[in-house]
C-alpha cells in the first residue's frame, strides 16, 4: 500500500488535526461549554438546552467520546456524560504548546 497524506505529518500533528475537527461544530462547542458550565454529568437536559434533536445530539456527542473529551456512565436506560478532566488537560496542553511556539514579536512579514 501507498503511503497516506497522514504518514506525511507527525502523531502530534494528526492528534492537533483530529481534535481541531471536533472542535469545528458550533454544536460540539455548546455541548462542551454546558458540560463545563453545569460542571456535573448530564444526560437529556442537552435536547431542552440545545434545542436539536436527539438523534443529531447523539451524534455530536458519540464524535467528543470518540477523541476522548468526554466520558459517559449509563444508569439504567440512559447514559450520563461528563468532561473527562485527564484528557482535556492533554488537549489543552497539546494546543498551548501550539500557540506558546509563535514568537511574540511586534510585526509580522
Sequence with gaps: MGVTKTDLFTEKQN???KIAKVFAH???VAILEY???SNTCING???QELGL???TISQHLRELKD???IKGSIEGVSVNYCI???R???VQNLFQELFDGFPKISGCC
Design 35 to 37: 458540560l463545563i458550565q
Design 45 to 47: 437536559d442537552l435536547v
Design 26 to 28: 458550533p454544536a460540539r
Design 84 to 86: 473527562d478532566p485527564i
Design 53 to 55: 434533536a436527539q438523534a
Design 15 to 17: 492528534e492537533l488535526a
Design 67 to 69: 477523541i476522548g473529551l
Design 88 to 90: 482535556w488537560v492533554e
